[in-house]
């Protein structure tokens, strides 16, 4: 499990690196680049979509090559991205420019995930608790790192989440120097054999999930900017809050999930984080807020490391890292689909029960689906189970 430590820390400071340029780019593209929410969803959209496209090539190329060695590669060439981004003013401060780095880093930033998640999967001898330690060290990133860019912004301003984005991934690359490359040995994987019909509905249900889970940039943050007037600092509390939560509680829902089931948790998870989600339209203060990030937190912990844990189970290992890259791309699909869907949402109307309700709508779809799918797999509640 050691490989599965080293993992984990690489994609935390990767997450540390650019969750907090991802969570506040759609505040800097409206408000320092002058567009508006639509060009602004755009924008992110586009290399999102990139993005997933690019995880399918990228984890096909680490079970050719190497997982290390891919994952060296994506995290080099964010790091340049970064000091791009630090060094020239042209770059940051100029529409077009900044539109292509973007995207560029949102691209290398995808092409990481696949090769971590398949080190992560061959390295752990029970799936579940692999992909929920990877969790922890994401949501450490996910969270300290918009908590820090919020402050950075609130006191000194936008160029010091590029300047912070470069010393992550710095830190990110020489940690993934220390991460061993799996051998795989033609074991049968557990459970299902690679069923692509499986895989593909599993995809599909993330899609539709992550579709909620994107709503945490355009949407979240000009809502609660716009609508509900928080600053830069009281919106880095929000992020800061759901990574510490994670950090505390996943190791409690990993036991939830080792009950349940990974069937169970997934559908119980996806529910709960959609409806934490939506519960946003009630909070008008930033405690409010701040109890609907902690019931979507829970959602979290069931349904993200489950997700991940199935793909696993469904796939043979010496396609494990073809299988994450598919399944990412799905994920990467849809945060590309949702901030556009919620800058449309908060483009014809500002009522929050109806930016909720159409932002989240695909959330509870998601949870129909995945039950439709696979309530007549046989013995599913004994092959998705963990041991």
């Not at 509905?201 to 999930?209: E, I, R, T």
């Not at 203060?285 to 696993?312: H, K």
Request: hydrophobic share 50%.
């Amino acid at each position: 499990m050691k490989n599965v430590g080293v993992a984990s820390a690489v994609s935390g400071m990767r997450g540390l690196a650019f969750s907090s340029l991802w969570i506040f780019s759609a505040l800097y593209i409206r408000s320092f680049l002058g567009l508006n929410v639509v060009e602004d969803a755009i924008i992110i959209t586009s290399g999102t979509a990139i993005g997933a496209l690019a995880q399918k090539y990228a984890g096909s190329l680490g079970d050719r090559f190497g997982h290390r060695r891919t994952v060296i590669l994506a995290v080099l060439i964010s790091t340049l991205l970064y000091l791009l981004l630090s060094l020239s003013s042209s770059v940051r401060d100029y529409a077009p420019y900044f539109t292509v780095t973007f995207i560029a880093l949102t691209i290398s930033n995808s092409s990481q995930m696949p090769s971590i998640y398949a080190l992560v999967s061959e390295s752990s001898t029970i799936k579940t608790k692999g992909f929920s330690i990877l969790r922890v060290g994401n949501n450490i990133g996910w969270g300290i790192g918009p908590a820090i860019g919020g402050f950075a912004i609130f006191y000194s301003g936008f160029y010091y989440l590029f300047v912070f984005g470069l010393v992550s991934s710095g830190i990110s690359l020489t940690m993934s120097l220390f991460l061993k490359e799996v051998k795989f040995g033609g074991k049968e994987a557990h459970g299902f054999r690679s069923d692509n019909r499986l895989l593909i509905a599993l995809s599909v249900s993330a899609l539709l999930l992550f579709m909620v889970q994107a709503q945490e940039t355009v949407t979240l943050t000009n809502y609660a900017n716009i609508l509900r007037g928080l600053n830069y600092f009281q919106l880095g509390l929000i992020y800061l809050v759901n990574g510490a939560a994670v950090v505390a509680t996943q190791g409690i829902f990993y036991k939830v999930t080792k009950r349940i089931g990974n069937y169970m948790s997934y559908a119980i998870g996806t529910f709960v984080y959609t409806a934490g989600f939506l519960s946003y339209a009630f909070d008008t203060s930033l405690a409010g807020m701040l109890i609907s990030t902690l019931i979507l937190t829970i959602g979290e912990d069931l349904a993200f490391p489950s997700g991940s844990a199935m793909v696993s189970l469904v796939s043979k290992p010496e396609n494990i890292g073809r299988n994450m890259g598919i399944y990412n791309g799905f994920i990467s699909i849809g945060r590309a689909c949702g901030p556009l869907l919620g800058g449309a949402a908060l483009f014809i109307t500002s009522v929050p029960i109806l930016i909720w309700s159409i932002t989240t709508a695909t959330g509870f779809a998601s949870m129909i689906f995945f039950i439709y799918v696979f309530r007549n797999v046989s013995n599913i509640q004994e092959n998705l189970h963990l041991e």
